[in-house]
């Protein structure tokens, strides 16, 4: 059964894209079939896999507008996974989108062809509830939120939690929070350790064991094309996506981690 995530979260600079790249590497390097779908304008899951977004075509706007499959638009990265392509383009489908019928649901009638290809199907989000993300959002069975444990993150995440209220009462009834993904993080920080805390107590298994440190070598993989796995596999970044992805697979098989496990995450 294929796992439909969306990487959302309405606040920008959280490492959205940073998850859903790394993410994807590591769940293919653990012999998961992945699929990175980049709904980002901006394209920055796309370089940072190593595709020229300047010329990948088609992209996931062809698909949304009915120009294109999914199997047309599908480039398979050189880190195991595939990927639908985003770039500037992707901006007019808010305008094309508007006078077509249905279209909340176009990319999760574009994707049902292709959920017995996969085990993982991520969505890397734009930093705005417009159509791409309600598409998104509609064709997901769970989102993923990553954030960082500061004061202003507590308060978006409010909002966020009150749009997929919203989201599952008119359009998708299926959606659920998968987890919540500590990312940017700084131990040293007594006001990260107190946000983080209040996480934890407030949203319990919601929240990933794992946690994403600020990392030198998670900024400079994207500069070069790779995720972070291909990049510096000893890093500190690289090792964290590995055991993030090892948790996602320990949760979908009902593997829980012990209390010993659990603290050697952080």
Do not use: W
């Not at 088609?58 to 195991?80: K, M, N, W």
């Not at 309600?134 to 954030?147: C, F, K, W």
């Amino acid at each position: 059964m294929v796992k439909i995530l969306a990487v959302t979260n309405q606040k920008g600079g959280v490492g959205k894209t940073t998850t859903a790249v790394n993410l994807s590497a590591c769940l293919a390097a653990l012999g998961q079939r992945v699929l990175m779908i980049d709904l980002d304008p901006q394209g920055n899951a796309t370089t940072g896999c190593g595709v020229v977004k300047r010329v990948a075509l088609p992209t996931v706007y062809q698909i949304l507008i009915g120009r294109s499959t999914l199997a047309e638009a599908l480039i398979h990265t050189d880190f195991g996974f595939d990927i639908l392509p985003a770039n500037r383009e992707l901006a007019g489908a808010e305008v094309d989108l508007i006078e077509m019928d249905g279209r909340e649901y176009r990319l999760r009638d574009a994707l049902a062809p292709a959920l017995n290809d996969y085990d993982f199907i991520l969505m890397d989000c734009p930093p705005a509830l417009n159509m791409l993300t309600v598409n998104g959002l509609v064709a997901a069975q769970a989102v993923m939120i990553p954030m960082q444990c500061e004061y202003y993150a507590l308060e978006g995440l409010t909002d966020l939690v009150a749009t997929l209220k919203k989201v599952r009462a008119n359009l998708n009834s299926k959606l659920e929070i998968e987890g919540l993904l500590r990312t940017l993080f700084d131990p040293r920080s007594t006001l990260t350790q107190q946000v983080s805390g209040e996480l934890v107590n407030h949203f319990g298994s919601k929240v990933y064991c794992t946690i994403i440190p600020r990392n030198v070598r998670l900024a400079e993989a994207p500069s070069y094309g790779k995720p972070v796995i291909a990049f510096d596999r000893v890093s500190k970044g690289a090792q964290a996506y590995m055991a993030l992805a090892q948790e996602m697979l320990d949760r979908r098989d009902g593997i829980a981690l012990s209390e010993t496990e659990q603290g050697a995450t952080q």
